[in-house]
Nanobody
Framework: QVRLFQSEAELVQPGSSVRLGCTVGGGGWATDTLAWFRQAPGQEREFVAALDSFTGRTVILDSEKGRFRIHKNEDKISHYLEMNNLKPEDTAVYYC??????????????????????WGPGTQVTVSS
């Protein structure tokens, strides 16, 4: 019932910015927490950002604060990850994910990709000159 749709692949130069979109179908409390993970070839899937779709609370990976932001759209079913001043090391497949439960609640393992039930198809972001 729950499906996540993501925007198309991006090929950008270092220093540029992109917005990665995610739209949730059949959501509700089952998709309270929305998140982004990225995975580079040969690397573990890494938490990037999260958004509570009900409260609006956001969390950004500490190492990316100041460059990355997550925004909820006014249509209430979509949001996007904004990434600025992109670097070659940002190159990865970026996945939108969702799970139930309030973001940051006691026992919420929101930084662990294994805790998420629903996943988008992934968006390839390539940062290169």
């Amino acid at each position: 019932q729950v499906r996540l749709f993501q925007s198309e692949a991006e090929l950008v130069q270092p220093g540029s910015s992109v917005r990665l979109g995610c739209t949730v179908g059949g959501g509700g409390w089952a998709t309270d927490t929305l998140a982004w993970f990225r995975q580079a070839p040969g690397q573990e899937r890494e938490f990037v950002a999260a958004l509570d779709s009900f409260t609006g609370r956001t969390v950004i990976l500490d190492s990316e604060k100041g460059r990355f932001r997550i925004h909820k759209n006014e249509d209430k079913i979509s949001h996007y990850l904004e990434m600025n001043n992109l670097k070659p090391e940002d190159t990865a497949v970026y996945y939108c994910a969702a799970k139930g439960g309030a973001l940051g609640a006691p026992g919420d393992d929101y930084e662990n990709w294994k805790a998420y039930l629903y996943w988008g198809p992934g968006t390839q972001v390539t940062v290169s000159s």
